[in-house]
C-alpha cells in the first residue's frame, strides 16, 4: 500500500508543478498582448506557413494595424487582447470564445477597447482560409446573429474588399432586421477572375439601456444566392461583457472581419 | 458516423450479454466458470485498455503537432497537454494495476482458492487503487481549476464527474468486502483447527 501512496505523492507534485507553470504562462500572454497591435506577428507567420502571397498578405495586415493604431490616437484604451490559432475555447477575463465546425484553420485576434466616454468597441478580425468558396457569390454573404436579450436600436457597418490589392468600400449599411434580429449584408461581390478575395468590416452596435443583456454573439454564414452554403459555423462570442458606463446607449460592438478566398 | 453508431450499438449487446451471462452463472453457483469467464474478460479489456492508451496518446501528439500553434500558444497552452497526459499515465497505470490483481483473485477463485490471505490482500489493494484514484481526480480537478482561474480569469468553476464518485463507491465496497474476507477467513482457519 505505501508505493501506492508514494506514486500518488509523486503525481501530485508533478500536477502542481505544471499548474505553478500554468501560473507563470499569465505573464507571457500580458506582455504579448501589448505588442500585437502593431505588428501581428502571428498572423504574418501564419500566412507564411500557409504559402499565401506574401504581398496580397502585408497589406491586410497593414490596413488592420493602422485601423487598431488609429483607434489607440483617437483616445481608445486597449482592455483587452485575445489571439488564437486553434479551434479551442481561449477565455481570458472577458471570456472570448470561438467555435466552429467545418473550418480547420482560423486566426482570430480580438481587442476590446474602451473610450473615453466608457463605450466599449470590440475589435475582431479572423484570418481564415475559405477554401469552400469556389465559386462567385451572388446573394447574401454575412450576417451577424445576436442573442435574443439584445434590442439593438442600431446598427451600422462598413466592408471592405480587397481588390487587386486595393481596399474599396463595399457598403456602409442600416440592414438590420429588428425582428429576426439578423444583419445581412447583401452582396455580389466575388470577381471570380481574381485569385484571393479578402473582405474587412466592422459591425457598430448601439444597445439601448434597460436590456441586461451580457451575451453578444456574432454568428457569420454564407450564401450562395439561393442556397444557405454550408455553414462554416464560425461564432465570435463575448459573453459576460461588463457594462461599466450605463449612460444612453450601453456600448458600441464591432467586429472586424476578414476573409480570404483563394479561388481554384 | 453509422459506423461508429454501429460499433457502439455492438459494443452495448456484447455487454448486456456478458452482464447475462454473468448472472445466469451466479444463478447457478458456478464459481469457477464464472471465474473463468470474469478471468478471460478482465484480461481482454487489460489488452484493450494498453492498446487504447498508447492509440490515444499517439493520436493526441499527431492532433497537437499538425494543429499550426503559434509559438505564443505553446508557450502558454503546452502545459495542458502534459498536464492531462500525466493524468492519463496515472489512471492508466492503476487500471492495469487493478486488473491484474483481479486477473490473480480470479485466478485463486478458479482453483477454489476461496479462504485464502492473498485474496484478501488483493481485494484490498483494490479498494485502495481506487480510493487513490479518487482522490488523484479531485486533487488534479481541483489544482487545474485554481491554476486556470488564476491565470485565465473569468468564473471559478468546480466539476465533479460520475467517474469521481464510482471510484469512492467502489473503493469503499471493496474495503468493506476485504475486511469481511479477513474477518471469514479467520473464522474459516479456526473451524478448520476444531475436532
Known sequence: MKWMTKVLIVYLLAVSTLCAILLFSKIELDNYSSITFTLSPEALTYAQDNQLNEDYIDPVLEFISTKELTLLEEGYEVLYTAMSTNPYLYERNWSLYVEYSQIPDIDLQSSLFKDNNGVYYILAQYDMPLF???????????????????????????????????????????????DNKLFTMPTSIVDTSIDIVSVVGYVFLEIPVGNDATFFECSVDIFDGTNHKEDPGIILGFNKIVFAEREEYYSVAATWIKYRKEIS | ???????????????????????????????????????????????????????????????????????????????????????????????????????????????????????????????????ILFVAEVTTGLLINIAHFASVGGTFELTTSPKMFMYLIIGFILLIVSSLFENSIKIYEENQLTI
Not at chain 2, 500553434?69 to 492508466?92: N, T
Open chain 1, 132 to 178: 469552400e468558396l469556389n465559386q462567385a457569390i451572388t446573394g447574401n454573404f454575412i450576417h451577424f446573429g445576436f442573442s435574443d436579450e439584445y434590442q439593438v436600436s442600431n446598427v451600422y457597418s462598413n466592408v471592405y474588399f480587397l481588390l487587386n490589392d486595393e481596399y474599396t468600400l463595399y457598403q456602409t449599411a442600416n440592414s438590420y432586421d429588428y
Open chain 2, 1 to 131: 458516423m453509422v459506423i461508429i453508431l454501429a460499433l457502439l450499438i455492438a459494443l452495448v449487446i456484447v455487454l448486456l450479454g456478458l452482464v447475462i451471462k454473468v448472472l445466469i452463472l451466479m444463478h447457478h453457483n458456478r464459481i469457477e466458470e464464472f471465474s473463468t469467464f470474469l478471468q478471460k474478460f478482465v484480461k481482454i479489456i487489460l489488452v484493450l485498455t494498453i492498446f487504447g492508451y498508447f492509440l490515444g496518446q499517439f493520436l493526441a501528439i499527431i492532433a497537437y503537432f499538425s494543429d499550426g500553434y503559434s509559438a505564443l500558444m505553446q508557450s502558454s497552452r503546452a502545459v495542458y497537454p502534459v498536464l492531462l497526459s500525466l493524468r492519463l499515465v496515472f489512471e492508466v497505470s492503476f487500471y492495469i494495476a487493478i486488473m491484474l490483481w483481479a486477473d490473480k483473485l480470479l485466478g485463486n477463485l478458479k482453483i477454489n482458492k476461496i479462504f485464502h490471505i492473498d485474496n484478501t490482500k488483493y481485494t484490498k489493494k483494490i479498494g485502495m487503487a481506487f480510493l
